[in-house]
């Protein structure tokens, strides 16, 4: 049982880090970014690229400091310029990116699944109340929650964590109260991706590399995003971690249904509350 | 306007009965058109591909449809092209009903279906619903695949048509010279039907609740049931074309449903322009032979479709269809001797 909770955890800390990039970049751009899916799987690939030259380690260090600069570029070239327009226009600027950043990484690393193992260190197992659990999980969880931490700390006691959490809650009175968005979105979108890159190489050892890796995913985090509110830190970190334990006991208890389970709920929180658990805006 | 109608009564029904001549007279023409199309046409795998290409542009007049109407984006539009397929397919091939009776549910569940939906999500609007209509059609998927047991979940199932579908023999769904021509005519007819929908009070409605839907409200009018009766009508056009394509292919399979179709769809309305009745049409015939090139040369061809939707959007916000109009008004206008 706890072991089942525990394998919850891990999945709902990956979905965490995935959904807490859509929410970043949510608040200040009032966009969902379509194409996160794809930057986590292109994080993934740098991972494992760098991982099978070197080691994991800077495999995942490479991976979060490539998908930053990466995040950076596409605010500039992408979403600034688009700031004007139908937010609408933008989310299907990020779907055309999607299927650009599929056809990239086919392209590149072809079609066929690849597989990337834990490193020495984290492999194995241990004894958790009697039964082993993999130690390579309780790393998951470990980097989930660090991560969830370390931006609640930033969001709560820095002066940029104000801006941000100003802006998510409304991004033009922000501006005309002097904070320079546009920097400031520079910063979020670049964590935002940088962490669908981390979340990438995290993951790539419990799933099979391949162009649509992110698809699956990016879908139960976008739930996430929608049931947590769109736009909230908090919300997003207890849905996710609801998620995660749906999704595993789902498997267990339900496993004809369990796939369906997230977007039940999701239906029906929208039902009941257009916004969300903690959200303000739609 | 009520003192312009009693006054200029007889006027504004000749203008109208001049309009709408206009609109029936190109409808006509569209319909000889497509019926001498066969005749035209000499290659086979032309008339297959002309074929498939009409089934793509129906579905993405379904998804244009509700972006005119309602002001909505759908991300789950190939749900209802889906589940009029896997209805009309599950139903004629387990002979559970007469084909006829499963052409009917096939039309009838994914419009109901789209209604109730309509109802509680019309509501929400922006990129919530975006994403709510994702997960409406990845659940329906989700229940394609899983299903082992209704159409063989992953691997599809082929649908052996009945000899006859009111009491045509069904060879004349699967060769591509007939086929075209009921596609096509179908499409032509539906278009027709939008154009004048959007004309009648209903659709002007629509088209002030998609503008301000509070306003609407004040001045006295429901909301929620003019746009719910937009996602019906919407759901209807799609699963009419998926129900033709399993008519065609006697193929169904989870694929129909996959939020990436949705996605093309939307992607075909966007390009060739929402805003204007035939521009998704339009998007979908373009985007489908440049697809079938494309794919022919590259195998990257979703980056060529990705790259395509990013410029039109940023581009050509109008789309096609707008460039189209704007290219037109203005060689008229140059014609009649005026500046442009």
Same mark, same amino acid.
């Given at each position: 049982m706890l072991i089942q909770v525990l394998n919850g955890i891990a999945y709902g800390g990956l979905l965490y880090l995935l959904a807490v990039g859509l929410v970043l970049i949510f608040g200040l751009r009032e966009i969902v970014n379509f194409a996160h899916g794809a930057l986590f799987m292109l994080g993934s690939y740098i991972g494992f690229s760098i991982a099978a030259v070197f080691n994991f380690w800077l495999g995942l260090a490479g991976s979060l400091v490539a998908m930053t600069v990466i995040g950076i570029f596409l605010d500039a070239a992408v979403l600034r310029p688009l700031?004007?327009?139908?937010h609408m226009v933008t989310v299907l600027v990020t779907f055309g990116i999607l299927l650009v950043l599929e056809a990239f990484a086919t392209a590149v690393w072809g079609k066929s699944f690849r597989s990337m193992s834990a490193p020495d260190l984290l492999s194995g197992t241990v004894q958790i109340a009697g039964e082993p659990f993999p130690v390579y999980r309780l790393f998951v969880i470990g980097v989930s929650l660090c991560v969830a931490a370390g931006l609640t700390a930033w969001l709560r006691f820095s002066r940029v964590g104000l801006y941000v959490r100003a802006s998510s809650v409304d991004p033009t009175t922000t501006a005309i109260l002097g904070v320079d968005t546009d920097r400031l979105s520079l910063i979020v979108v670049g964590l935002g991706t940088g962490l669908a890159g981390l979340s990438g190489v995290v993951a790539a050892p419990l799933m099979a590399l391949s162009p649509t890796m992110g698809n699956y995913i990016l879908i139960e985090s976008f739930i996430v995003v929608v049931v947590g509110g769109l736009g909230s830190f908090s919300g997003a970190l207890a849905a996710a971690l609801l998620i995660g334990q749906i999704h595993n006991f789902g498997a267990i208890y339900l496993p004809w249904a369990s796939t369906m389970l997230p977007f039940l709920l999701m239906v029906g929180v929208l039902i009941w509350r257009p916004t969300g658990f903690a959200g303000k805006r739609t | 306007m009520s003192i312009g109608e009693s006054q200029l009564g007889g006027v504004g029904v000749r203008m109208a009965q001049q309009r709408y001549s206009w609109i029936f007279g190109l409808a006509a023409l569209a319909l000889v058109l497509g019926i001498a199309a066969p005749h035209l046409i000499a290659s086979l795998l032309w008339m297959s591909l002309l074929t498939q290409a009409v089934v793509d542009m129906m579905l993405a007049t379904s998804v244009g449809i509700l972006v005119r109407q309602n002001g909505r984006i759908s991300f789950g539009q190939a749900a209802f092209f889906g589940l009029g397929a896997y209805t009309f397919g599950v139903i004629a091939a387990r002979e559970i009903a007469s084909p006829e009776l499963a052409l009917l549910a096939g039309l009838v569940l994914p419009t109901v279906v789209a209604f109730l939906l309509g109802l509680v999500i019309a509501r929400i609007p922006g990129v919530a619903h975006a994403m709510l209509t994702l997960a409406v059609g990845q659940a329906l998927y989700e229940v394609a695949f899983k299903w =082992? &047991? $209704? &159409?063989n979940g992953d691997d599809g199932m082929s649908v052996r048509m009945p000899d006859t579908i009111f009491g045509i023999d069904s060879d004349v769904f699967q060769s591509p010279a007939t086929m075209l021509v009921i596609c096509w005519s179908l499409l032509v007819l539906m278009l027709l039907a939008l154009s004048l929908m959007a004309r009648s009070p209903f659709g002007q409605l629509t088209e002030v609740i998609r503008e301000n839907d509070e306003r609407a409200r004040f001045i006295g009018y429901g909301t929620t049931l003019p746009r719910a009766i937009i996602y019906g009508v919407s759901a209807f056009i799609a699963a009419t074309a998926g129900i033709l394509q399993t008519l065609y292919d006697g193929y169904i399979s989870p694929q129909m449903l996959h939020w990436s179709a949705s996605g093309m769809a939307m992607i075909m309305a966007i390009v060739g322009g *929402? =805003?204007? $009745?035939w521009g998704p049409a339009l998007g979908a015939f373009v985007l489908f032979f440049f697809k079938d090139i494309a794919g022919d040369a590259t195998e990257y061809w979703p980056a060529l479709v990705g790259g395509t939707l990013i410029a039109v959007t940023l581009? $050509? *916000?109008?789309?096609f269809a707008g460039l189209i109009i704007r290219l037109t008004s203005r060689a008229v206008r140059r014609i009649k001797g005026e500046r442009p």
């Open positions: 700031r004007k327009h139908d | =082992r &047991a $209704l &159409a *929402p =805003r204007i $009745l581009f $050509l *916000p109008e789309g």
